[in-house]
């Protein structure tokens, strides 16, 4: 019964969100993006945002991580940080490995991203929010500068031609 002491709302509607997300159907493109974007305690493997950075290149498969990324950027629950910060790495990882609509996309959503960096959630006197914040400051400063989004972009694309495999056939 320990473990009820730490129990709170916002941990009961996140384990319901996580269970929620993990019952309902979808599809492959859809599991995984959820897959990323959970409240679980640590963050994705490499191959899982690399299978969905591939995914962008599919004219019907982009929508469907766009919308399941920007949702919780969006409307952010500040309890939720977690996803919020997983959304933000997904969103980066997507802007370096991902199509060249990834980064138009993320430029067409900077006003959600400035608005992250008044992003703020505490446990009890720990900032859970500052992640958040230097991430999307990070993205920001990223995605105003051309030069270094390509950049970026190529030092990815050879990293994936240097480990080589199925991740290296993307374009970029």
Known sequence: M??????????????????YNQAKPKSDVEARVYEVLSHKNWGSSSTLMNEIARDTYDYDKFPIITRLMWEPLQTPRPSAWRVVFKS?????????????????????HSHCLRSMSRF???????????????????????LGDDERVREERTKARQLREKFGGAGSTAGG
């Open 88 to 108: 933000l790495t997904l969103l980066e990882h997507l802007i370096k490995n991902g199509s060249e609509r990834c980064v138009d996309d993320a430029r067409s």
């Open 120 to 142: 703020n959630y505490y446990e009890g006197t720990v900032d859970r929010g500052v992640g958040v914040r230097e991430k999307s400051k990070q993205l920001v400063e990223l």
């Open 2 to 19: 320990e473990f009820l002491k730490d129990l709170n709302v916002d941990k009961i509607r996140n384990l319901a969100e996580d269970a």
